[in-house]
């Protein structure tokens, strides 16, 4: 049986904002979390300098948000010279660390914050170190084996990395690439921060198919749960490809890419920004996922 999200009928859920000039173009790649009471979501968002910075937005319901003027959080240095892009977010020690694509003319590259309130920032600057383009970076939500572990990627694979502080990492480690003949034969890269299950962890991950104008799917990928670095399993099709009007036409045409999946009653709730212009929501039974990673 192969998994399919649900478009949520209220899409998209957030759209450009004329009168603000930091996010009159394009809205789209966000995190979101789920602290109990409130959903919190940070995205991604360009005006007219095309410059990224990033929003801030609250909700209650997970479907209707109120948003700030303001970004939260905007290029501080010269290595965010050309935005600060994609954040994800993950609960670690009772503090939300952000790890976002901090864009310079040195190229993307992963840098880390921390926030208890989504509004003041601290900041611990670039942490994957090396020269090389690297960005999709995502924290898993507790140690494995006494190790913090973060997903990135090193086109076109995902990669893990390892630490023992969260700003010193090593050991990077290739985990999953791209299929030849398949939907993701391009590049891959993480989506969602990955969420514990009883069959191992599960990561929402993009796919990119080779194309005139690529096109950007979402799937699945089981990671076991002692040892992330082995992939159990991944979805066969894609769980959510572009197909309405403003998934297929907008900034970037084709493109579904999601940063955040939160499980909320009973549904794993999947942000995602469409066409980099929009951000709109599609779900998905917890059950039927867990059916699908149970069958290994
Ligand atoms: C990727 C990232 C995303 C973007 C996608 C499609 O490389 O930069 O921010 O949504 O391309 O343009």
């Given amino acids: 049986m192969e998994l399919k999200l649900e478009r949520h009928p209220l899409n998209p859920l957030l759209a450009p904002v004329p ?13 979101v979390v789920h602290d109990g009471e409130l959903f919190h979501l940070l995205y991604r968002a360009q005006g007219a300098d095309m410059v990224s910075r990033i929003g801030y937005a609250v909700s209650t319901d997970g ?44 190229g993307p590259r992963v840098a880390l914050a921390s926030t208890k309130n989504f509004i003041t920032w601290e900041r611990y ?23 913090y572990v973060m997903l990135h990627r090193f086109e076109p694979d995902i990669w893990l990395a390892f630490s023992n502080d969260l700003v010193n990492w090593y050991d990077y480690v290739s985990i999953a690439q791209p299929r030849k003949g398949y939907w993701d034969n391009l590049k891959i890269g993480a989506g969602a921060p990955p969420i514990k299950t009883p069959y191992g962890w599960l990561l929402l991950y993009h796919g990119v198919e080779d194309a005139p104008r690529p096109i950007y799917r979402l799937g699945f990928i089981l990671l076991e749960p002692n040892d992330p670095t082995k992939v159990l399993k991944r979805s066969e099709e894609p769980i959510l490809e572009p197909e309405e009007e403003w998934e297929v036409f907008g900034g970037v045409p084709n493109v579904v890419f999601s940063d955040a999946m939160v499980e909320y009653k009973g549904k794993y709730y999947v942000y995602y920004g469409a066409a980099d212009n929009y951000i709109a929501l599609a779900t998905i039974d917890v059950e039927k996922v867990l059916e699908w990673c149970a069958k290994v």
């Avoid at 700030?68 to 935005?83: A, M, Q, R």
């Avoid at 994609?86 to 009772?94: A, Q």
């Avoid at 600057?125 to 494995?144: S, T």
């Fill in 19 to 31: 009168e603000h000039l930091w996010e009159n173009k394009y809205v789209f790649n966000c995190a």
């Fill in 63 to 106: 479907v209707r948000f109120n948003r700030f003027e303001k970004p939260v959080f905007s290029p501080e240095n010269k290595d965010e010279l050309y935005g600060v892009e994609d954040p994800r977010i993950t609960k670690l020690d009772g503090r939300y660390y952000m790890l976002y694509t901090a864009y310079s003319p040195k």
């Fill in 125 to 147: 600057g670039i942490v994957i170190k090396d020269e090389i383009n690297n960005k999709d970076a995502a924290l898993f939500p507790e140690k494995i084996n006494g190790k």
